[in-house]
């Protein structure tokens, strides 16, 4: 999957297309299921046909309960669907598209419940097996963090790296780990793939947010995609920070009442989209440095559709290692514009968390 042009990417949602759904969310009583999902992840595969973009993360929940302990009617979902995930493989190789998953929270590998830990490689490897099912390469993942730090990060870290060795096959070929903005640093993964040989994930925002050990990006950068094998593009994730006031509901210590105040950022939001001059100015630290991008923004594609023509208007070279031909602007713009009006709706500030158009189209 190295050459070419890099690749942009963003998660789950589709905001730009409100009427496609990225899986089947249906309650348990009434029996969803993963062909239902694949049948919305194929139209969402069309939708980023249309848009020229390559890379998406699928939801987690694409196979409702399928590891629920309590539902076994669910357990064998994905060997049931095993003739649908290879036709969306397929298709997915057609469109030379780069797909992954990114577990949930509640996939926690270093955990001292060793019941928490059971559960959680049984989601690990549902999640590996549709990757394997669907045909899809090395370069597909999945995405996780290192979990708790439970009062003792040295502890904790370790305990990662003794139950890597319990993992089945597929799980740690497929299995990426990645810094946070909170509990384990760069430096703390970097230890743990020294342990194991798991893969890497650099994440811009998180590196800002919690580097205690006081790392330089770049060389920490290029430590991180050195952990990916020879032959296989690594990725990072990017994100800007929110820098909104916020709106919250506090108790008035006079009063007793519950009001809402306006209080600071917390530097550890995503912004609804990607700041383009903190991202180009990345991109150019980065020079010579191969790797594909995962936007995190709140506004998902809409985000991803906003940079492309910022990229070409701000920094031409930037956006010439993304495929952007130089006369697209208008055209980008234009189309910015168009997902934006799809009755698209933003995530509020007070949430939690054509073939002109690409030089390679």
Not at 274 to 290: K, Y
Not at 326 to 349: C, F, H, I, N, Y
Request: aromatic share 8%.
């Amino acid at each position: 999957m190295t050459g070419g042009p890099l690749r942009l990417g963003f998660p789950v949602k589709v905001l730009g297309a409100p009427d496609l759904k990225s899986n089947d969310t249906r309650r348990h009583q009434q029996n969803p299921h993963l062909k239902v999902s694949l049948e919305y992840l194929d139209r969402i595969f069309d939708h980023l046909k249309r848009h020229r973009i390559n890379m998406y993360r699928m939801s987690s929940d694409l196979a409702p309960y399928c590891t629920h302990p309590d539902m076994p009617q669910f357990h064998n979902m994905v060997r049931e669907s095993r003739a649908e995930l290879a036709a969306i493989g397929r298709k997915a190789r057609e469109l030379d598209l780069r797909l992954s998953f990114h577990p949930s929270q509640f996939v926690v590998l270093n955990s001292p419940d060793p019941e928490l830990v059971r559960k959680s490689v049984w989601d690990l490897e549902s999640q590996a097996e549709m990757l394997d099912e669907m045909g899809l390469g090395p370069e597909a993942v999945l995405v996780i963090h290192v979990g708790g730090s439970y009062g003792d990060r040295p502890t904790s870290a370790a305990r990662w790296a003794e139950t890597w060795t319990t993992l089945p096959e597929p799980v740690r070929r497929r299995l990426v780990l990645e810094h946070d903005d909170l509990r384990f640093s760069a430096a703390d993964v970097l230890w743990i793939h020294e342990q194991t040989g798991v893969r890497l994930i650099f994440d811009h925002q998180h590196f800002w947010c919690f580097n205690p050990e006081g790392l330089e990006m770049l060389p920490t950068l290029r430590r991180i995609l050195q952990t990916w094998p020879e032959g296989v593009r690594p990725k990072v994730h990017f994100s800007s920070p929110r820098t909104e006031l916020r709106e919250l509901k506090r108790k008035n210590r006079k009063t007793g009442k519950n009001e809402m105040v306006r209080v600071p950022p917390v530097w550890t939001g995503h912004a609804d989209f990607t700041n383009p001059f903190e991202f180009c100015t990345f991109m150019r630290m980065a020079e010579g440095l191969d790797f594909d991008v995962m936007l995190e923004s709140k506004s998902k594609d809409l985000a991803l559709a906003r940079l492309r023509p910022d990229m070409l208007r701000y920094a031409p070279d930037v956006a010439a290692r993304f495929g952007l031909a130089p006369d697209a602007v208008e055209a980008l713009d234009a189309e910015s514009e168009a997902l934006l009006d799809a009755e698209a709706v933003l995530p509020s500030p007070s949430a939690s968390q054509d073939e002109n158009l690409t030089a390679t189209a």
